[in-house]
């Protein structure tokens, strides 16, 4: 299996400004993904993180809001930028497990814009 | 997209009762996953499922392709097993779509 790490494991950030959240990956994987769940809701993919090339953003959400990094195959940064207080939600990234098809999912990022 | 649906939406039980959660989807799938969710946000992985039945310790997870429809089963339950369950599917592109989440209120 994979174990993976967030950081910030939360912010209380202030409106207008962005924030990077890290995912990392104790062993190489394929794919990586970034989640978000907003207050009382289920989990939406932001967009899949691409190792060497740009993220694929699902539809409602895009690079400006969203930019994704993906600079090698245990690393990946979401910036969540020009916050608001719709942007309060917990991120997740999650990676795919040696093209078995299993994923395994980060601890969460918990974000509260003021 | 895959309608992911599960039920109930809230589910409270007394320590050491039977507990069974419900999830039906719309569009065939590749694998079927049971996630838990506690208060602080973190998911782990608890099932991934593809066909017919897994078991680890109390909880028993099935999922019958054909009527599109797979549960989660907890025997024995504690309330250390009071957490959010969410349904996720994987339609073949590692894109899950989610259910809502059921919560389990397990009180001693």
């Known amino acids: 299996s994979a174990v993976i790490s967030q950081k910030p494991s939360r912010d209380i950030c202030q409106r207008g400004t962005s924030l990077t959240i890290q995912c990392q990956v104790d062993s190489q994987v394929t794919m990586m993904f970034w989640y978000r769940q907003q207050p009382g809701q289920s989990l939406t993919l932001i967009a899949t993180?691409?190792?060497?090339?740009?993220?694929?953003?699902e539809s409602g959400f895009v690079i400006d809001k969203f930019p994704i990094s993906r600079p090698n195959l245990t690393f990946s940064t979401l910036t969540v930028s020009n916050m608001s207080p719709e942007d309060s939600s917990i991120y997740l990234c999650?990676?795919?497990?040696?093209?078995?098809?299993?994923?395994?999912f980060g601890p969460g990022t918990r974000l509260t814009v003021l | 997209k895959n309608e992911v649906e599960q039920s109930p939406q809230n589910l409270t039980a007394q320590e050491g009762e039977f507990i069974t959660i419900n999830c039906s989807y719309s569009?065939?799938?590749?694998?079927l996953h049971w996630l838990q969710q506690h208060p602080g946000g973190g998911i782990v992985s608890l099932f991934m499922?593809?066909?017919g039945k897994k078991k680890h310790g109390r909880l028993i997870a099935t999922i019958n392709i054909q009527e599109k429809h797979s549960s989660l089963h907890i025997t024995a339950s504690h309330p250390r097993d009071s957490a959010v369950y969410i349904c996720?599917?994987?339609?073949?592109?590692?894109?899950?779509?989610f259910g809502a989440g059921t919560t389990v209120t397990v009180r001693a």
């Open positions: 499922l593809s066909s």
């Open positions: 996720a599917v994987d339609p073949n592109d590692y894109k899950l779509s």
């Open positions: 999650s990676v795919d497990w040696g093209g078995t098809i299993e994923q395994f």
């Open positions: 569009v065939g799938i590749s694998a």
């Open positions: 993180a691409n190792q060497g090339s740009e993220a694929t953003y």
